[in-house]
Structures are given as structure tokens and as C-alpha cells.
């Protein structure tokens, strides 16, 4: 295990006051992930049927991995504990592992907008188990907010619905990936409480990385018979939509309550159209755009704070 660091704990467990960064930086850090992260689904729309999901996740995970890693190497570092150790395992195996492959398998079966959908039962789940477990109020803004934007999201996934279909096997896929969503970003929440978030996000990928190693030879068949595009976008994929996007949610998160910040990714759908008809020629629906709004309006709600009551006479 790592050797222990002398840095400050984040949340101040260790008896000395702790500020927190100026209040733009955790919004710029969420801002990155969710463009890298819509990036990553035009991504992976372009690769098509070419990579496997288990290839496909193997290789942004290894790439992220060993980018992180050499990061970490001159960074604090910490000796898990074996609570944390065990939280960090769940993130991996949950959120980096699983959650790629029955993500990337669903979007063989069914459309991707279906896909997202589906996919955005996650940030529900998280604002619930983060009520459940991590003592964050479910406030009435929050609520409407969330419906909001999930029904943002479901106006945008009937506009642009493909030709894909909806298999059954498909939407039990993306539940999976919402609900191993749900799980890893839980664990990180309480891991970041102690941890660097470069930590998290290097461990989990490397644990990710154990999950997806049965498709190794996949990957080597990608490695020896693939273009350079193909090559070059899941090299991109491992440096920028995985190895920083996690990184700046880890750092967002880290000063934010889980539910609030996971429900912002209900605009990852809007800035992945965005960019498919910048970069793909993709002009949305009509009816996606009334979705988007939908959205944007909802994480607005999500972000206000409740009224606080007047002092009694």
C-alpha cells in the first residue's frame, strides 16, 4: 500500500480548519466533465459496432490508468484503511467496470437516446441513497428539479429515438449501468472525505480495468487490426472523458452533496446533441430542443436553495 501522507484530511477530521477552493472552481471542474463525458458519447456513437464493449473499456481504462498513475507519483497519497478499501473496490468494480460494459452493451441493443434515458435513472438513484446514507436532505426544489429534467431527458430520447429498438436485454443493461452509477459515485462521495480525488479516480480505474481483463484479447485484436482513428479515439476516450472528466468530478464532488451534483449530468444528453450536430451534421428534432430546455431548466431548480424561516416574534 501506498505510504501515508501529511496533508490536511478535507473534511477537517484532523482537528485543523480547513477552507475550501473559491466557489468557481468545483462549477469550472463540473463544467469539464460534463462536456468531456457528452464528448465521449459521440465518441463511441462513431466507433459503432467496430470495438466490443469489453475492448472498448479495457482500453480507455488501461490508458486512464497508467495516465493517472504517472500523475500520482509525485502527488500525496494516502494508506487506505480497510473500510476505504472496500469502498474503493465497490467504486471500481461498480461504477469504472461494470458500469462501461453494460453501458457500451446497451448501446448495441438499443438506441442511444433510449440508452440515455435509461441511464439517467442513475442521478434519481444517487439523490436517494445519498438521502438514505449520507445525511443529504431531499428538499422540495431538488425534487422538482429532478422531475424537471428527467422529463427533459425523456421528451429528447422519444425525439430522437433511432432505429435501434428497445430489446428488453438492452434496457436491463442500462438499468444496470444506472444502478452500478448509483453505487460508485456513493462510495466515492464518502472515499473523498479523506481522500485526494486523483487518488479515487487511479484506483478505481485500475480496479475497473480488473473487471474488463477477460477481454483482453479483444483488445489485442483491436490493437493489431484496428485503423488509426479507431486507435486514436479510444486513446481519447482514456485521456480526456475518463482520466480528467473523473478527475474534475472527483474534485467538484468532493465540495458539493452527491444528489445536487449528479443531477447536473441530465445536461450531458443536451451537450452530446449539441455536439453531434456541430461535429456529426446531426440536426436534433424539433421536440429535442423543448427536452434540452427542460433539462437546463431542471438543474437550475436543482440548485436553488430552500427558503429559510422566519425567527419566531
Known sequence: MT????????????????????????????GVTLVFWASAFVAIRHLGHEVTPGALSLGRLLIAAVVLSALLVRAPRHRFTRTELVLLTCCGVAWFGVYNLALNDAERRIDAATAAMVVQVGPIL????????LGERLTGWLLLGMAVAFGGVVII????????????????????????????????????????????????????????????GDLGDVLSTGSTETLLLIAYLGVFPTAVAFSTWAFALRHTDAGKQSLTTFLVPVIAAVMAWALLDEVPPPLAFLGGALCVVGVLLTRRKPGVPAAAA
Open 3 to 30: 505510504s501515508p501522507a501529511t496533508d490536511t484530511a478535507p473534511d477537517g477530521s484532523d482537528g485543523t480548519e480547513v477552507t475550501g477552493p473559491p466557489a468557481w472552481q468545483p462549477v469550472a471542474a463540473l
Open 157 to 216: 430520447g422519444s425525439a430522437m429515438r433511432g432505429d435501434g429498438g428497445s430489446d428488453l436485454a438492452g434496457v436491463l443493461l442500462a438499468l444496470l449501468a444506472a444502478a452500478t452509477y448509483a453505487v460508485g459515485v456513493v462510495c466515492q462521495k464518502v472515499l473523498l472525505r479523506r481522500l485526494s480525488g486523483l487518488e479515487v479516480t487511479c484506483y478505481a480505474c485500475w480496479f475497473g480495468a480488473l473487471v474488463c481483463l477477460p477481454w483482453l
Open 126 to 133: 444517487i439523490a436517494l441513497l445519498a438521502g438514505l446514507f
